[in-house]
């Protein structure tokens, strides 16, 4: 979860948190499902209310980004040969071990992607 974690990119407004991190491979991006903030279009007239919705902001995003990661588990795998992050399009699922399109390539493995 941590590598993940680590590969999100913040692609959040004040109005909403999303994240997205980019296949190591291909260099396509997947985006995370948007999260409304709970206080977003409310006017906050007060000094101590800015406050307060900046603090509850941040912690409505770290939700958000935990819930990207975990998200995320679901499209991309680490590869045990090179170790990077790849997307289910170039990891492919081989005869002797799973791995992303490069490595199966340059080691002459043949397989299918997660996702074709």
Not at 51 to 68: F, G, N, S, W
Not at 97 to 113: I, Q, V
Request: contains cysteine; proline residues 4%.
């Amino acid at each position: 979860m941590n590598l993940l974690i680590d590969h999100l990119e913040d692609c959040s407004t004040p109005n909403y948190f999303s994240f997205a991190i980019r296949c190591e491979v291909c260099g396509e991006f997947w985006y995370s499902n948007s999260i409304p903030f709970s206080k977003a279009g409310q006017v906050t007239d007060y000094v101590d209310k800015k406050e307060l919705y900046d603090v509850l902001y941040q912690k409505e995003k770290q939700r958000a980004q935990l819930a990207a990661a975990k998200e995320a588990r679901e499209h991309f795998s680490q590869c045990p040969i090179c170790r990077r992050l790849v997307c289910d399009s170039c990891f492919l699922i081989c005869d002797e071990m799973d791995m992303c399109k490069e490595c199966a390539t340059r080691m002459k493995e043949a397989g299918e992607p997660v996702i074709p």
